[in-house]
């Protein structure tokens, strides 16, 4: 799935939108990937001598890869999937890792159980085969 498919899931939308492509859907889990490029503006102020990617825009791939998953599973079930996802909670984020200007990231969220409308997942963040940060969510949609 490309970047257009993407738009045609969420409404999330540059310069705010931080998953390039989805590599694969399959048993409720979703794998995506994000290129942080070199001349990202966040990098101009995090860090100008030592430039990291902030732990909250990682979170945000991963809620964002987690939005795409209900949007796919509510249209595999025959569902409208055309409200907008919003995160409910967020529970026990683990940063472990710094990802820097020019790598690329593996998203992954899993569907853990759904309590009416209220979707729980778990995700990470993969920098090659290493977590980069491990995080517990909810979302709903609006």
Known sequence: MVVSEIYEKIPHRPPFLWVDRVVSIEDATIVAEKYFPPDLDIYEGHYPDNPITPGVIL???????????????????????????????????????????????????????????????????MLGDKVAVSVEFACTLS
């Open 59 to 125: 979170c945000e791939a991963v809620f964002q890869a987690g939005a795409l998953l209900i949007a796919d599973l509510l249209k595999k079930e025959g569902r409208d999937a055309s409200g907008v996802p919003v995160l409910t909670r967020i529970y026990g984020a683990r940063f472990k890792r710094l990802v820097k200007p020019g790598e690329t990231v593996r998203l992954v969220a899993r569907l853990k159980e759904v309590i009416g409308t209220a979707w729980m997942l778990k995700g990470k963040v």
